[in-house]
């Protein structure tokens, strides 16, 4: 697995990690996602183990890129996005 990290021009520092999930990685997310037992509280912590972090957190999709923004006294936010959400956060 290949993490790429790339500066993006200016725009607040923010970094760009693609997660370049495994086909067995989504495949295993989706059937948590779709399976019925479990609370939503389990589901996301399951998630959560398989990708090392948490799902799109807009529409809670499979993610394909992390964004790092800068938080002040080098704290850095991490929030990661499917390809969709992507283009309309960044
Ligand atoms: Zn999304």
Do not use: D, H, W
């Not at 790339?6 to 760009?16: D, G, L, P, Q, S």
């Not at 779709?34 to 399951?46: A, D, L, T, V, Y």
């Not at 992390?66 to 960044?90: H, N, Q, S």
């Amino acid at each position: 697995m290949v993490k790429q990290m790339i500066r993006v021009r200016n725009k607040a520092k923010v970094t760009i990690k693609e997660l370049n999930l495994t086909p067995e990685q989504i495949n295993a997310v989706e059937k948590i996602m779709s399976g019925i037992p479990s609370s939503r509280e389990m589901k996301r912590r399951e998630v959560k183990r398989i990708l090392n972090g948490s799902l799109c957190c807009i529409c809670f999709g499979i993610p394909s890129v992390e964004l790092g923004t800068p938080a002040g006294r080098g704290g850095i936010v991490v929030e990661r996005y499917c390809e969709k959400c992507c283009t309309m956060v960044y």
